[in-house]
């Protein structure tokens, strides 16, 4: 069995009575940074498992072979990431993948996650959305990155790094036009602050000072009531 483990994004009362008693029966924890993830196995009087097994960017091949050969062998494995779903914006996506083509039974422990919390606190639409994860870096691709939606109604969900901020909003302004927009900083957190305004007023605003923490920012889609002339 492969249990798919949410876990708080910034606030560890968001962990579920679930969650907590699937990691603590299972043989093996596969997770993004063995760190965090054993303060929180730490702060809920979790035993190290038998198998912890780092499984991040760069390692899922060779991580993912062992963690395979144990659920082939009837281990029971949680997958979980430093906050959120394992898979959204992680590489846990791909063992998922390879318990599906295997028909290793899988189940997913609901809990927090970012896209849907900093879509609520946005107050734009949430008939349909799109999440797009990260924006690429160069110019060029982040402008078509936004080109792809830009007729489409549905509002928009990335992550992105706090001093990239500024540029992403700017060329989302650019490709766009002056559309609604959440800026959200550490959610669930101590110090979470939503920033909502416009592009072209956000935009310079986080030049000038970059939001520090995990950011999450929400774009309005192509609808005139949250667009601005």
């Known amino acids: 069995m492969l249990t798919v483990v949410a876990t708080p994004i910034g606030n560890l009362a968001d962990m579920s009575p679930r969650g907590v008693e699937s990691l ?6 596969a997770c993004e940074d063995t760190r965090r993830t054993r303060a929180l196995l730490s702060h809920f009087g979790i035993p190290r498992p038998q198998w912890f097994v780092s499984y991040r960017q760069g390692k899922e091949e060779q991580a993912g072979r062992r ?13 979980c990431s430093d906050g959120g779903y394992p898979g959204i914006s992680d590489p846990g996506y791909r063992l998922i993948r390879e318990a599906i083509r295997e028909k290793i039974p899988i189940e997913v422990i609901p809990g927090a996650g970012a896209v849907a919390v ?6 734009l639409s949430t008939a349909s959305y799109t999440f797009k994860g990260y924006p ?10 936004f080109e792809e939606d830009c007729d489409r109604p549905h509002t928009l969900i990335l992550f992105e790094a706090p001093p990239r901020v500024h540029k992403t909003l700017a060329a989302a302004y650019e490709v766009l036009g002056d559309r609604e927009v959440a800026v959200c900083v550490e959610l669930t957190k101590r110090f979470e602050k939503t920033h909502r305004g416009y592009l072209a007023d956000l935009a310079p605003r986080f030049a000038q000072t970059p939001p520090r923490g995990e950011v999450t920012i929400v774009i309005a889609g192509n609808n005139p009531k949250f667009c601005r002339s």
Do not use: H, N, T, Y
């Not at 603590?24 to 924890?29: K, Q």
């Open 24 to 29: 603590r029966e299972a043989d093996g924890v």
């Open 67 to 79: 963690l395979m050969e144990l659920l082939r062998g009837g281990k029971r494995i949680a997958l």
């Open 118 to 123: 900093a879509l609520v606190l946005s107050g």
């Open 136 to 145: 690429p870096r160069r110019p060029g691709p982040l402008r078509r990155f």
